[in-house]
Structures are given as C-alpha cells and as structure tokens.
C-alpha cells in the first residue's frame, strides 16, 4: 500500500502521536510511505492568479513546490491529513495547500485516480473542535473525488502527547486500532460512493456546458467523461 501523508503541523505533538499510531499499525513490508511536513515541504501561499485553473497547474508560480506532492497523492492508495485543532480548523499551513489544490475538485479537474483511493484525517483538539476540524480535512478529500473516507479526532484534554492521561491514551490506541482493521478491510476494493457517483454526475453536466475554461473542459473530455464537442481544442 502507498500511503501520503501530510502533516499540518512541524512538531511532534498528540496528533502527530496520533497519526504514528496509524502509520506503524498500517506499515508492512510491502507499504511505501511518503511524508510531507507543512510548512517546511509546502508551497507558500496561493496568490489567487487562477493560473491553475485557466491554463493548467504547471503554470502555478508555485508548481515546483506543489506539484511533487500532487503526484505523490495520486500514486497513493491512502491519503492521510492530520492536524491539530487550532481555532476550530486544521492549521493555517495545511490549509494554505489544500488551496494549491482546487483545480483538483471535482467542479474543475478531478484525477481519474481519486475514485479508488481512500482517505484518513485526524485531528486533536484540547476542548473542543477536533471533530470539525477533521470534517473540515475530510471535505477536501471528498472534493476530490475520494469517496472512502475515514476521520479519527479526538478531544485530549492537554496540550501535548506527554500529559494525556494513561486511561485516555489507552483508548485512543484501541480505537485507532479498529479503525486501522476497517482501513485495512476497503483497501484494494473502493469503489466510489452514491454521493460521490451523484455530484460527479452534476460536474459532468456543467462541464458540458462549460465554454469559458477549455482546460477543465477538456480534462474531463481526454478522460472519457464528455464527448469530444464543437469547442474543445
Ligand atoms: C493556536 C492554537 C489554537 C488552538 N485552538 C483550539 C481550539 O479552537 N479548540 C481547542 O479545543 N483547542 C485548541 N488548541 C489546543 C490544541 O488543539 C490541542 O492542544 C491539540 O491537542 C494540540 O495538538 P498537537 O499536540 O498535535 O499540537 C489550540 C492550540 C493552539 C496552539
């Protein structure tokens, strides 16, 4: 299994525990993992020159710094984000990424490989949030066409792995190791989910209406879901 996996944070704090946890039940012999660390391995920022979307994603004055960990997404068959809750969202570092990463949501040009991939977030929060903040993660990956989706957050009450108390630690590697048996179960067998099936059925049809971004356009007709009409180059 090829797995990417990007941390929203550069410390090795509760989420990043976390996120070990899965990782060493998940690796074997045959696991491939590539990590990425936000911000040390991420682009700066989007300048929202829609370059990306109008021309394509190697014209990104940041595609240097994006597009190797694109590609390490797509030739993965799990994808992890995690980060820790900060004000009731994942980390502004993550969050500036996945914004180099819009014009892989389904509403522009989606990869083809996305449908057989499953995705994992986690988040901690230390009162309240990690839920939503693994949601939140969860959305992008939804966006992008990957439809196994699972999120693991927990609320721990501290402000680092060392001062979780034992009996909360305890159950966190419990639960985390049901999640990784469930994980280990769909992969190889994802198949993409009736929503999933039902918005990209929605995009198809703007797409066929499409006449004014001829690089999404004809992303979706290289890729067989249009057929070939008057307007594509
Ligand atoms: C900038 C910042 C913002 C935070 N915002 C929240 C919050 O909105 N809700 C919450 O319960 N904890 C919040 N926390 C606490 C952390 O989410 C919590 O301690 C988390 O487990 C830290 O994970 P880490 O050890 O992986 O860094 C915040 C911490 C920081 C540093």
């Known amino acids: 299994m090829k797995i990417t996996v990007l941390h929203g944070q550069m410390h090795h704090g509760s989420t990043w525990h976390i996120t070990q946890l899965f990782i060493n039940a998940l690796q074997n012999e045959t696991a491939q993992i590539s990590e990425f660390y936000f ?29 190797p960990i694109a590609a390490s997404i797509e030739a993965s068959d799990l994808v992890i984000l995690e980060s820790p809750c900060y004000v009731y969202g994942m980390s502004g570092q993550l969050k500036s990424f996945l914004d180099h990463m819009a014009y892989r949501w389904m509403s522009h040009r989606p990869h083809p490989s996305m449908s057989g991939k499953i995705g994992l977030c986690i988040s901690t929060a230390a009162g309240l949030g990690s839920g939503r903040t693994a949601k939140d993660m969860q959305q992008n990956l939804f966006y992008w066409g990957i439809s196994k989706l699972y999120r693991y957050s927990v609320n721990v009450s501290a402000m680092n792995w060392e001062t979780i108390d034992p009996k909360r630690k305890a159950r966190i590697e ?41 690089t999404d356009r004809n992303h979706w007709v290289a890729n067989g879901w249009l057929p070939a009409g008057k307007t594509d180059r």
């Open 39 to 67: 911000p040390k391995d991420g682009p700066a920022p989007c300048i929202g020159c829609f370059q990306c979307f109008l021309k394509g994603e190697n014209y990104c004055p940041h595609a240097e710094a994006v597009q």
């Open 174 to 214: 419990k639960q985390v190791s049901t999640m990784v048996s469930r994980i280990q179960k769909s992969a190889g067998a994802v198949k993409p989910g009736l929503k999933t099936r039902f918005l990209f059925s929605i995009m198809r049809l703007n797409q066929k209406g499409n006449t004014w971004n001829l």
